[in-house]
């Protein structure tokens, strides 16, 4: 049932959960979506519809950094804690608006939610694309008939002049 966009939700889901918590270093590129998320939607993708070429390899290796980046930088604003909160706050504060880091996390939620949902439709459609642009090409490998090697023949090779049964 794993899909390339299917892998890819699941880590944007435990990106902006782990990012939320204030663990921004746990994943990351070189960390995890080089070594480990890329392979894995690679994967996904290979065992559907075969070899892959190298564009669309691209694609789905730019997909998971997306996912990252997108799940960190939307997660991290609900951490009170986290640098982007307390800039806000100290900006807020010189301009005389008194705003509590609690209530700026809490505005964020929504922010991260529509970014998921947003997200999420985007590798659908990745799905969506990968399955009209590669599912035709293992459509055609499936429905075309396995040829079978021809007989072997009768007779041994030329000059040999033996015949066989």
């Not at 939307?74 to 804690?81: H, N, V």
């Not at 609690?102 to 505005?107: D, F, G, I, P, V």
């Not at 021809?150 to 040999?160: K, L, Y």
Request: proline share 7%; charged share 20%.
């Amino acid at each position: 049932a794993a899909t390339t966009g299917r892998v890819l939700m699941a880590y944007l889901a435990l990106r902006q959960i782990t990012a939320s918590l204030g663990l921004t270093s746990l994943g990351g590129h070189p960390q995890m979506v080089r070594p480990l998320v890329a392979p894995m939607a690679e994967a996904a993708a290979e065992t559907r519809y075969g070899n892959l070429p190298d564009d669309t390899r691209y694609l789905i290796r730019a997909n998971a950094a997306a996912v990252d980046n997108i799940g960190v930088f939307f997660g991290e604003d609900i951490f009170i804690a986290i640098g982007s909160i307390l800039l806000i706050k100290g900006f807020l504060a010189q301009n005389g608006i008194n705003v509590e880091p609690t209530t700026l996390a809490k505005w964020a939620v929504p922010t991260a939610v529509s970014a998921f949902v947003i997200h999420s439709i985007r590798l659908m459609l990745l799905d969506r694309k990968l399955k009209r642009d590669l599912g035709s090409r293992t459509e055609k490998a499936v429905s075309s008939p396995t040829l079978l090697p021809s007989d072997p023949p009768t007779h041994s090779p030329a000059g040999s002049g033996e015949e066989r049964p």
